[in-house]
């Protein structure tokens, strides 16, 4: 190939993915429409009607964008982040932005609607301006009349001053409680093991926190620990916390003022599902894998070994729990046993989308107790509050077809699969109302 027709060749490449960038941008364009036709009839205006947190029961209108844009109907977004195919929290966060553009940011919006702006750079601009007053926002969105030209840094300098401008006591507020963003986290497990920190500490404290880790891991060097200087760090730091957690302190309740005897020392306890031969490591065939409770992950046999092995450490052994049998009590209320049971079997709300862990959620009668529905893991449903409250207080229905999977059916008719392999929209609308408690 000559480089003339090489040339020709890469430009109507490059030509066609320009086409296909314009033809998802303007598929994202109408579905902003939708979303902002949707919202103009989901909205539920004035305190009446609306539900207090304590009431609970009624179709609450839930702000999802900032002061000024409308209360959208809970149910009624639940149903419509359902059908967008996106998670609970993340499709609620998607809509508010879609509101926050067309109610508080005009310019924005009509910059989204008419191709000059990526509706992803007007959500980065919506996340912004979310906090501020409706006299802020419309500050910002006033400036951006041109928003294509703007960068991401003059955009935030832009917010900071609508802040300073229209409400300088938040300002003022704002820059006294910087000191209350200090943290200390610590990542979710890893596929080897290990976690991340992140933290903003006091610079005082961070400088102790440095020596008190720089010393032990220069002590751990000189007691034959050849690991390099970063690992020896990593090491001292996990010491500094054994060695806290391995005071013996009583310490009072706040609120009842007993005395709680610590336990010293680490303590695991580790839900696994292995034989004798695979923590001795002896059957080259054993399932060399466990499952860490919290940090629900999975972890190797090997690991397993390392820290039953550590010092003042404390071993919980659990009895093998058979998710698939039937333990029925004659009562209402749920039984720890069960909710172990269906924590293990669910790991997650079972709704469409939702990724809350089930440690988390309620445990919801699948046929309600009072209409004969047996307190057994079998009609046992894990739910997130928010979920389970629609399931209750409105017209979202699920079937059990087979143990462990779900087949809802939101209030107009649109229908979800949820099981261990997630959450699959079914083509077929039912056309039928769901019947009534």
């Not at 994202?28 to 909205?43: D, F, K, M, Q, T």
């Not at 002061?67 to 149910?75: C, I, Q, R, W, Y």
């Not at 039953?308 to 209402?332: C, E, F, M, W």
Request: charged share 25%; with cysteine.
């Amino acid at each position: 190939m000559d480089l003339a027709t090489d040339a020709r060749s890469t430009a109507s490449l490059l030509s066609g993915l320009r086409a296909e960038v314009e033809g998802r941008e303007a598929s994202l364009v109408r579905e902003w429409s939708g979303i902002v036709e949707w919202a103009s009839e989901h909205v539920i205006a004035g305190s009446e009607g609306v539900a207090t947190i304590t009431e609970g029961y009624l179709d609450t209108g839930v702000p999802i964008a900032g002061p000024g844009a409308p209360l959208v109907s809970e149910f009624g977004l639940m149903e419509l982040v359902a059908v967008l195919g996106r998670s609970p929290d993340g499709g609620r966060a998607y809509v508010g932005r879609v509101i926050e553009c067309a109610w508080r940011l005009p310019h924005v919006y009509n910059a989204v609607t008419s191709g000059r702006l990526a509706p992803w750079r007007a959500e980065r601009i919506a996340d912004l301006t979310r906090p501020l007053s409706a006299e802020a926002a419309a500050f910002v969105d006033r400036q951006l009349w041109d928003a294509s030209g703007v960068g991401w840094a003059q955009l935030e300098r832009l917010v900071a001053e609508a802040i300073v401008r229209f409400d300088p006591e938040k300002a003022e507020t704002e820059r006294q409680a910087a000191a209350d963003g200090r943290h200390f986290d610590i990542s979710d497990t890893d596929e080897h093991g290990l976690v991340h920190l992140d933290g903003l500490l006091d610079a005082a404290d961070g400088h102790d926190l440095n020596l008190a880790v720089a010393r032990r891991a220069e002590v751990l060097g000189r007691l034959g620990d050849d690991s390099s200087l970063d690992v020896r760090r990593s090491k001292a730091a996990a010491e500094l916390a054994r060695q806290d957690l391995a005071l013996d302190l009583l310490i009072p309740e706040p609120d009842t003022g007993e005395i709680v005897d610590t336990v010293p020392g680490r303590k695991v306890v580790l839900n696994v599902h292995v034989t004798d031969t695979t923590l001795t490591g002896q059957n080259p065939f054993a399932n060399p894998v466990g499952r860490w409770e919290e940090g629900r992950c999975p972890i190797t046999s090997a690991q397993i070994r390392e820290w039953l092995q550590s010092k003042n450490t404390t071993i919980i052994v659990r009895p093998v729990i058979d998710l698939a049998d039937h333990v029925p009590v004659g009562s209402y209320e749920i039984p720890d046993r069960h909710r172990t049971r269906v924590v293990l079997r669910d790991q997650t709300c079972r709704f469409p989308h939702c990724t809350r862990p089930a440690q988390a959620c309620d445990v919801d009668h699948a046929r309600p107790y009072g209409e004969g529905g047996p307190t057994c893991p079998c009609n046992e449903v894990a739910l997130c509050r928010r979920h389970h409250r629609a399931k209750t207080h409105s017209t979202w229905r699920y079937d059990i077809p087979m143990a462990a999977t779900y087949v809802w059916t939101s209030p107009n008719g649109h229908r979800f699969r949820v099981d261990h392999r997630g959450t699959h929209p079914i083509r077929t609308i039912q056309t039928t109302s769901p019947p009534d408690e």
